[in-house]
């Protein structure tokens, strides 16, 4: 137990002795005196305090809570040590309350107690201003494009800018495609924000937020609206191309509406624009005309078209003028649809009556007409008349023809062959099972023009073939005729054949006749593209001498060619078309040629140069179903830009052409069987796409983001703007919808160049660009902050210049020399003051020292230095002890004091104190040195102190063992 109590004394003596240093006993704790307790403070401020005696540093704490045990910053920014008598953190930190506290540090180690822990409530409460659009601001798209901006304000490193349809701010429809967080609003390190996209025509609702250094957010500004109008009215007119009665060939225009990208047009015959009826168009089109590819059927017709804008929201609908669609139907008797229907015989037109009794009696019934514009072929009805009923029976199965034909004329086709061929070929023989008696025939024929949009066909009106006896008939068919005998061993002879007459050109293709052979009852026809009969075109079988290309569920047609077609007639002894004769070489053929046509150039004129989207027309041609209309880039149209199909005679083109070019554009018809006809002759155009032309208000220097306009160009889908950055790189900022373009950020200061173009729709989702602008300057200034404050004394250094605005923080150096090539301190802080910490050497060795400060931006640009302003310091010595004392024993300490640069110092007063011995005081020699013989009594520490006028003083101590 004894022991015990010996070994407990001896733990509580060494507590003793650990708690009651000398250092500690002789040590006060430092009284802070800013920022006062419980202020309110809009930025972090800096921290001061008293100077202690015999202290050689000090600690500082700041912390989230009155116990000091949540750090705001994090190890080294919110605890640390330093030298000076004020502090200054680097980091800004949230709103809210905070505590802090500082004590003393011998240079023994030994401590004061911390001062009272001290609330300082910092309010960063600063709110912006809105200043562009304000409440209620009406915008118009394009002319006057969404700019938001508002003031800046101190401490703010970016904005938060949130635009929303909805005043909660909830359905963000803003933000930068380089942003950050692509679900929140755009983070913008300037002043302003331009909406690059057109939005929908509504109210939309904004508000501004400020953010720190740290990602920190402040104050946002009340919610303001705005509202986004498109004045998209347009005047939309029809007009009809083609002169003649029978065709009405429309085409759509309308006033181009600023901003549009595309058009949508729609063509109904219900008013209500009922879906389910909608014959026209599918997609858009970029031109402000309109010839629909389809024709439509007979009908009235109304319409209405709007405007899309890049982003694809659609402008009001522009209701045109109602109109009625109509292909051949014209009031009959006065003005028949199909004019010149008449009958004639295989020798003449019109055809020679066979006996005086009423009506027109034939041996070979022909039914011709004239062509009728826009016609690609006619329905052909041939029936028998009843003389039952005194009336045409158009329901007859037998004797009734109800054909297509592609030329402008009908003849019966042979019927009963026994499909064998005289002269092999490939091609199909046209022939048809309908049998031709002796009788009295009706006719009626319509025209036809191409399918419509649900491929159906469209017809005129029908014309009644009336024989003059007013009973309706046509023609009375007498039996097959009869004829005089051949001197051409059974073959026709050259002058058998009628029409085509020999050596002449066909604009369409051509019916035959020729003269009958005795002992002869059917025939066939063989068209072909050469003397040789190796390109057989066409094969018919007939009973009459007369033959119209057709078959007999399909029309037939030729091609044009530069060459002869020859025909020849192969006669047959027998109705089924056996016996017949085999070799068309012997047949006496006939030559004829085929060439239609083409239409001709309307519009363009030769080398037109158009700004805005060209528009072609044409003349219409004899027997076109539709044209196919090319434009190239070459003269040799191997380089399509366009190839379309088209039923009118104007094509407005969707195609966004090359600019500044030649351009080449012609078109053929493509007749009933869609046989391409001769090409027309070939125009010329230019196509010249606009450049923007920048804002001449545009910003040509300054310390904030720019925001860059320009005039809307007309057509535009986008723009493109091209930017030569100080640093040499080049950057491309596309798509961009409206005519005005800033930045969340800019890499470097020094001079921009940038340059705008506009990107135009083409057919589908592709873009042609125009050219660009001029080149245009824009310097970028990070100004130097200004109102530099120094307070330096020799306990303390606090440097303090005035916030800027659009600056996210600050770099501070502080060097031995003007030039700064010698810095002592090189460091970045968010707040407008620092405290260095004075423990690198340059400040302990005193003199005078230089400082400067810039602004650095979000993107890490350093502004323009300050002006050097100097800060004055004493030196401070430093003291060096050397020896060993032990308690109760006599022994030596040398102590050895330099300035902050190691020069060493003489005439310096040392002293050295601390319990177990009496103080003792010398001055060092010529080279610093002094030297002190002590026996102490007790174990512990004791002080050096070193001191000389214009010097601050050291602190060291030695240990007693």
Same mark, same amino acid.
């Given at each position: ?9 001896? #733990? ?52 989230? %809570? ?78 006057? &494009? ?23 701010? $909830? ?113 858009? !089109? ?47 008797? #006065? ?75 009908? !003849? ?44 159906? %066909? ?67 026809? @063989? ?62 053929? +006939? ?68 600019? %500044? ?16 006809? !001769? ?11 606009? +450049? ?55 890499? $470097? !200061? ?39 404050? #120094? ?6 250094? @606090? ?18 020399? &003007? ?82 640069? $190691? ?12 319990? $177990? ?27 050096? #102190? ?7 003083? +050291? ?7």
């Amino acid at each position: 137990m004894a022991a015990d109590r010996k070994l407990l004394a001896a #733990t509580f003596a060494a507590i003793a002795f650990l708690t009651a240093g000398p250092a500690r006993a002789a040590l006060s704790p430092p009284s802070a005196t800013a920022p006062a307790a419980g202020a309110t403070l809009v930025f972090l401020p800096s921290f001061a305090w008293t100077p202690v005696k015999n202290a050689d540093h000090y600690e500082f704490q700041i912390s989230a %809570d009155p116990g000091m045990g949540s750090p705001v910053l994090g190890q080294g920014k919110d605890d640390f040590f330093t030298n000076s008598t004020r502090a200054t953190l680097t980091q800004t930190v949230p709103n809210g309350t905070y505590y802090w506290h500082v004590r003393a540090i011998s240079a023994d180690g030994s401590v004061s107690s911390w001062t009272p822990t001290r609330p300082f409530t910092k309010l960063w409460n600063l709110m912006p201003a809105i200043q562009n659009p304000g409440p209620g601001a009406s915008l118009t798209f394009p002319t006057n &494009p969404v700019v938001l901006r508002w003031s800046g304000i101190p401490g703010a490193a970016q904005y938060l800018v949130p635009v929303a349809s909805d005043p909660l701010l $909830g359905s963000i429809v803003f933000r930068y495609s380089n942003q950050d967080d692509l679900t929140g609003p755009p983070n913008v390190a300037a002043t302003s924000a331009a909406i690059s996209s057109p939005l929908a025509p509504g109210s939309y609702y904004w508000a501004v937020q400020p953010v720190d250094a740290e990602g920190n957010r402040g104050v946002q500004t009340p919610v303001t609206t705005f509202s986004w109008v498109w004045p998209s009215a347009t005047a939309p007119q029809v007009t009809d191309l083609d002169s003649s009665a029978e065709v009405f060939d429309p085409r759509f225009t309308w006033n181009p509406v600023p901003g549009a990208a595309r058009y949508e047009v729609e063509i109904n015959p219900s008013v209500d624009f009922a879906p389910g009826s909608k014959v026209c168009c599918s997609g858009t !089109t970029i031109a402000t005309s309109l010839s629909p590819p389809k024709v439509f059927k007979n009908d009235t017709y109304h319409w209405r078209v709007r405007a899309i804008d890049p982003e694809g929201n659609a402008g009001v609908w522009n209701v045109g003028p109602d109109f009625k669609k109509t292909f051949d139907n014209v009031p009959p008797v #006065t003005n028949p649809a199909i004019k010149n229907l008449h009958m004639r015989d295989n020798t003449s037109d019109p055809g020679v009556d066979q006996d005086p009794a009423p009506g027109y009696q034939t041996e070979v019934p022909i039914v011709t007409w004239n062509p009728v514009p826009g016609a690609s072929a006619y329905h052909v009805e041939v029936a028998p008349y009843d003389t039952g009923t005194s009336q045409c029976n158009w329901t007859s199965i037998p004797q009734h023809w109800n054909v297509s034909t592609g030329v402008n004329a009908w !003849t019966p086709l042979g019927e009963g062959w026994n499909h064998v061929k005289p002269k092999q070929d490939a091609l199909p023989v046209a022939n048809e099972e309908v049998s031709l008696v002796p009788g009295a025939y009706c006719v009626r024929v319509r025209a036809r023009t191409d399918r419509d949009t649900n491929s159906q %066909d469209v017809y005129g009106d029908e014309t009644y073939l009336d024989d003059g006896t007013g009973r309706g008939t046509a023609f009375d068919w007498t039996g097959y005729p009869t004829a005089a005998p051949s001197p051409c061993l059974g073959y026709l002879c050259s002058g058998d054949y009628l029409t085509p007459a020999a050596h002449v050109t066909k604009t369409r293709t051509p019916y035959f006749t020729w003269n009958p052979i005795p002992g002869v009852q059917s025939y066939f026809v @063989l068209v072909s593209k050469d003397a040789s009969f190796t390109s057989i075109v066409d094969y018919g079988f007939t009973h009459v001498p007369a033959y119209a290309p057709r078959t007999s569920s399909a029309v037939r047609t030729y091609t044009d060619e530069t060459t002869s077609y020859y025909w020849a007639v192969l006669p047959a002894q027998d109705f089924d078309g056996n016996l017949a004769k085999g070799d068309p070489l012997l047949a006496s053929a +006939a030559d004829f040629q085929k060439q239609s046509v083409p239409p001709s150039l309307v519009s363009p004129s030769a080398g037109q140069v158009f700004l805005d989207q060209p528009t072609f027309r044409w003349s219409p041609a004899d027997g076109a179903r539709r044209y196919e209309f090319q434009v190239a880039s070459d003269a040799s149209f191997s380089n399509l830009l366009d190839n379309v199909t088209v039923d009118g005679t104007s094509y407005s083109s969707n195609t966004t052409y090359p600019a %500044d070019t030649v351009l080449y554009w012609r078109m053929r018809a493509d007749d009933e069987s869609l046989l391409g006809l !001769t090409w027309s002759a070939t125009g010329t155009f230019q196509k010249t796409l606009p +450049a923007p032309v920048p804002s001449a208000s545009n910003p040509t220097s300054g310390d904030m983001l720019p925001v860059w306009s320009w005039a809307p160009v007309q057509g535009a889908a986008s723009y493109d703007v091209e930017v030569d950055q100080p640093d040499g790189q080049h950057k491309v900022f596309g798509n961009l919808f409206s005519p005005v373009v800033s930045f969340i950020k800019m890499t $470097g !200061t020094g001079v921009w160049h940038w340059r705008v173009r506009a990107e135009f729709p083409t057919s589908g989702s592709s873009t042609t660009p125009g050219p660009y602008s001029a080149l245009n300057a824009f310097t970028r200034t990070i100004g130097q902050p200004v109102n530099l404050q #120094t307070d330096s004394s020799i306990d303390h250094v @606090l440097l303090s210049w005035n916030a800027r605005i659009g600056v996210k923080n600050y770099r501070v150096q502080v060097a031995s020399t &003007p030039d700064f090539s010698t810095k002592v301190d090189d460091v970045t802080t968010d707040n407008t003051s620092y405290a260095p910490t004075m423990t690198k050497s340059g400040y302990t060795a005193g003199g005078t020292l230089f400082w400067r400060v810039a602004g650095v931006d979000a993107d890490h640009n350093q502004g323009d230095w300050s002006a050097v302003e100097q800060i004055k310091l004493q030196p401070k010595l430093k003291v060096s002890v050397i020896g060993v004392l032990r308690r109760r024993h006599s022994g030596s300490v040398s102590v050895s004091v330099t300035d902050g640069r $190691g020069l060493r110092l003489a005439k310096v007063l040392v002293r050295i104190s601390g319990k $177990g011995i009496k103080a003792h005081s010398a001055r060092t020699d010529a080279k610093g040195r002094v030297k002190f013989t002590l026996k102490p009594r007790k174990r512990g520490k004791l002080l050096v #102190t070193a001191s000389r006028s214009g010097y601050q003083t +050291a602190y060291g101590s030695v240990q007693v063992k």
